[in-house]
């Protein structure tokens, strides 16, 4: 190595911020992860007149202006509501300083499935109503799907900043905090905020609703009796620093970020492939610099769905002589689309910190098809030092996180 180069940074997550129909605030999801708490309620989003079934996982307890400090939460949106009240969780968690914070050269990015499809609902709504010329700009202005990261850029007043919103669907969590693992590692940035967001709205319900995968009362991944998701929303955003920055300030870390994998196989729109979310599992193993043998436990995508939890567990057995166990926290906090994989992931975190494994609630049989330790209905205690967080999404994108205990030695 020339003297002029520097080697690839160590990755650690110092702060955590999360939104999500099971708690606000770290300490809240932390609670409801260990007590498999449910969110489950029928929706109110819009109006379910017709559907025969209309559950789902909305966040009921959020008033903006409490976690909104620098911006009229009225200009936002609803998911860049999420976006930015997360982020403010996050940085407050991690001990930075807004003036420290806005010292530091900085990466936001934010994965999403739907940005403010919500807000669009609304607006498609008010003209079939009241015809084309009630259109409203001010809702035209929040609907741009940027706006879960400039949200952030103008809350906590960055200067020196990317800002990028990711828009792979349900893996877009992951795709975020990777291209934030990546601009640590080599320096592009100093801090990254990344993650996910998405609310809850009509568009997408119906579209899982007409193919047949929208559950009638509860998500129950693995189970032989699963009949699908239900639809969630909320924000995950993870705080990054290099494990420089995060010794000398004395921070907190949760874990150290390893690696991770992509891929998109485009084999079929909506169906997942076995063989290539294996390849991206063996993708990730290999940039994480492990072997399947160290996972200590597999947060998988784990939608409920047959395809999904069939294929998914096909794909674990493919690469894993003997799998883990292998949960999902959709049963408690559904499909939360972009966010999915960012709350997974701030999950993995605090499992490893706490020593524990969250559970698949509302389990009663496991598939035999799937035939995986889902840890059913209880949290397990268990010491975690490496854990791998799955997401997949339409189109055949596929992204692996690996979390790992930190240690002082690499």
Request: hydrophobic share 40%.
């Amino acid at each position: 190595m020339h003297d002029n180069e520097q080697r690839p940074r160590r990755v650690v997550i110092t702060g955590l911020g999360v939104v999500t129909s099971i708690g606000l605030g770290v300490q809240a999801f932390l609670d409801g992860l260990r007590a498999g708490r449910s969110g489950v309620k029928p929706i109110t989003a819009f109006d379910t007149t017709g559907f025969a079934h209309a559950n789902g996982c909305e966040v009921d307890d959020f008033d903006p202006a409490q976690w909104i400090h620098r911006t009229d939460p009225d200009e936002l949106g609803r998911a860049t509501q999420f976006s930015v009240a997360a982020a403010n969780m996050a940085v407050a968690d991690s001990g930075l300083s807004a003036e420290e914070l806005r010292r530091r050269r900085a990466l936001v990015s934010v994965g999403t499935t739907d940005a403010e499809s919500r807000d669009l609902d609304g607006l498609v709504a008010q003209q079939l109503e009241h015809g084309p010329e009630s259109w409203a700009p001010e809702v035209v202005r929040r609907t741009q799907a940027g706006g879960l990261s400039l949200g952030i850029v103008r809350e906590l007043g960055l200067t020196d900043v990317e800002a990028l919103t990711i828009p792979t669907a349900c893996s877009a969590g992951n795709y975020a905090i990777g291209s934030g693992f990546d601009a640590i590692r080599h320096g592009d940035a100093e801090i990254a905020l990344c993650g996910g967001a998405d609310a809850v709205c009509r568009k997408t319900f119906s579209g899982f609703y007409r193919l047949g995968t929208i559950a009638p009362d509860a998500c129950r991944p693995f189970d032989k009796d699963r009949r699908g998701i239900l639809t969630g929303e909320g924000a995950g955003i993870l705080l990054m620093e290099s494990l420089e920055s995060a010794r000398a300030r004395g921070a907190r870390i949760y874990a150290e970020v390893l690696g991770y994998g992509l891929n998109c196989d485009a084999h079929h729109p909506v169906a997942p492939d076995r063989d290539s979310l294996a390849r991206c599992m063996e993708i990730a193993h290999r940039n994480a610099g492990i072997k399947p043998e160290d996972i200590d436990f597999i947060s998988a995508h784990g939608t409920g769905t047959k395809a999904n939890d069939v294929t998914e567990a096909g794909a674990i057995r493919q690469v894993f002589s003997t799998p883990p166990p292998v949960v999902s926290i959709k049963s408690m906090i559904g499909h939360s689309m972009g966010a999915a994989s960012a709350l997974a992931s701030a999950a993995c975190a605090l499992a490893i910190v706490e020593g524990f494994i969250p559970p698949t609630i509302n389990h009663r049989e496991t598939d035999p098809e799937c035939g995986v330790d889902c840890v059913p209905n209880e949290a397990r205690a268990a010491e975690l030092n490496m854990v791998q967080n799955n997401a997949l999404a339409f189109g055949g994108n596929n992204a692996v996180l690996i979390l790992g205990r930190y240690r002082e030695a690499s």
